[in-house]
Nanobody
Framework: QVQLVDTGGGLVQAGGSLRLSCAASGRTISIYNMAWFRQVSGKGREFVAGISWSGGTTDYADSVNGRFTISRDNAKKMVYLQMNSLNPEDTAVYYC???????????????????WGQGTQVTVSS
C-alpha cells in the first residue's frame, strides 16, 4: 500500500508560481514512476507531468511544457511540481499518482496509475 498526500495548492494571480508537494508513506516510492494529473469540474482527469522512478526521465503535457517542472526526492519520499507563469486555464484540482505495477514505461494515461493523492486545489485569477 502507498498513501499519497498532496499539498501546496492555493489562489494565485496570473503569472504567479506555486509549488505542489506529494508526500508518500507506506511502501517506498523510489521504485515507482510518479505523475501529476489535474481535473476541472465536469471534465476528465488529464496528465500534467510524469517522472520515472530514477528521476532520469520526465514528460510533460504540451500545455505546461516549459512552465512546469516535476522532480522527486526519493530519500524523502517526495514528489514536487513547480508551476511557473500560471494562467487561469491552469485552474484545477491537482492529483499526485503512483504506478506501482511496472516501471519500464512512463505512462501518461490515468488508468495506468493505481494510487492517488486526495488532490489539492489550484486557482489562478486573471
Amino acid at each position: 500500500q502507498v498513501q499519497l498526500v498532496d499539498t501546496g495548492g492555493g489562489l494565485v494571480q496570473a503569472g504567479g508560481s506555486l509549488r505542489l508537494s506529494c508526500a508518500a508513506s507506506g511502501r517506498t516510492i523510489s521504485i515507482y514512476n510518479m505523475a501529476w494529473f489535474r481535473q476541472v469540474s465536469g471534465k476528465g482527469r488529464e496528465f500534467v507531468a510524469g517522472i520515472s522512478w530514477s528521476g532520469g526521465t520526465t514528460d510533460y503535457a504540451d500545455s505546461v511544457n516549459g512552465r512546469f517542472t516535476i522532480s522527486r526526492d526519493n530519500a524523502k519520499k517526495m514528489v514536487y511540481l513547480q508551476m511557473n507563469s500560471l494562467n487561469p486555464e491552469d485552474t484545477a484540482v491537482y492529483y499526485c499518482a503512483a504506478d506501482t505495477t511496472q516501471r519500464r514505461i512512463l505512462f501518461t494515461g490515468k488508468d495506468e496509475y493505481d494510487y492517488w493523492g486526495q488532490g489539492t486545489q489550484v486557482t489562478v485569477s486573471s
